[in-house]
């Protein structure tokens, strides 16, 4: 292991860390005290860490993900995974991954939070699988419609990382929007457009994403929903033209008096960006 010399002298540090996962199992936000302490001793020694992360989920990192250089998600990386990762720490590859899911920065702000009882102990191993003592209570899910991002934006708690998150070795400008026609029937459909630009100095892939917010619903909705993306390949300094399209249908909810999926007449945003929290363009379309 290396000392506190050594990790304060070196031109940069790749430290790993994670958690073992597994079908069956339960296991807690945060990392086990000695990857956390240690995490932290490292970030603290050398600002030029790259703390690289092996999860099958989330993890706490409001304690040095600011201080690290950079944040690596490898999630599992499989048997080719170790090559992949070398080639983007080296530049060979410019990583251009988006984050499915939304980490928080404390498990106290995830909906999933208050379910396990404190007298409630983690599922782990298939032993208890065929234990019958074991006890059975239902467990109601009260956040409804309101899961992954669409639950910290309705309570307007900031994440750690949102959704759709994702950095890269160069950055992108969105410009242009264009809704085609500003007002849409039941039966039609809207033409949304946008530019994508690659304003950095290398190569490098973007997912554009579009969200629709209703202004004015009769029932609780999120503040924005996905509804189509685009991956982009793009040079440096080249631009393209996103092109999505949008029914009545991806405006509606599921009504739960009529027992089917209902639009309603009216104003809805349409929000275009790199991530749930980096909306750039915005726009209108009625429905009518």
């Known amino acids: 292991e290396p000392t506190d010399e050594q990790l304060r002298a070196a031109d940069i540090v790749l430290l790993s860390t994670g958690t073992s996962d597994s079908e069956g199992s339960d296991r807690p936000f945060a990392l086990p005290d000695s990857e956390e302490k240690n995490v932290q001793r490292v970030v603290g020694l050398?600002?030029?860490?790259?703390?690289i992360?092996?999860?099958g989920g989330g993890?706490?990192?409001t304690g040095w993900s600011d201080r690290a250089a950079a944040v690596l998600y490898a999630w599992y990386p499989g048997q080719a995974g170790n090559t992949a990762l070398a080639e983007i720490l080296c530049g060979e590859v410019n990583p251009s991954g988006k984050l499915p899911m939304t980490i928080e920065r404390r498990f106290e702000d995830s909906p999933a939070f208050g379910y396990l009882r404190p007298e409630d102990k983690f599922y782990t191993g298939w032993g208890p699988d065929n234990d019958m003592a074991q006890p059975?209570?239902?467990?109601?899910?009260?956040?409804?419609?309101?899961?992954?991002?669409r639950w910290y934006e309705a309570k307007q708690i900031k994440p750690l990382f949102a959704?759709?998150?994702?950095?890269?070795?160069t950055t992108f400008a969105y410009s242009a929007l264009r809704i085609t026609p500003a007002e849409m029937k039941p039966e039609g459909r809207v033409s949304i457009e946008f530019t994508v630009t690659n304003t950095g100095q290398v190569a490098g892939a973007e997912v554009a994403q579009l969200y629709v917010r209703d202004v004015e619903a009769s029932v609780p909705?999120?503040?924005?929903?996905?509804?189509?993306?685009s991956k982009l390949e793009l040079q440096p300094g080249e631009s393209r033209v996103v092109r999505l399209r949008l029914t009545a249908q991806d405006l509606a909810f599921w009504d739960t008096a009529q027992h089917g999926w209902k639009a309603e007449l009216g104003e809805y945003r349409i929000l275009a960006g790199g991530a749930s929290d980096r909306i750039a363009?915005?726009?209108?379309v009625t429905l009518k």
């Open 53 to 55: 992360v092996n999860s």
């Open 136 to 149: 059975i209570r239902n467990v109601e899910y009260k956040e409804g419609v309101f899961v992954g991002y």
């Open 46 to 51: 050398n600002p030029r860490t790259v703390v």
């Open 221 to 229: 909705r999120p503040p924005k929903e996905l509804k189509g993306f």
């Open 163 to 169: 959704f759709g998150h994702g950095l890269s070795f």
């Open 281 to 284: 363009l915005e726009g209108t």
């Open 59 to 61: 993890i706490r990192m």
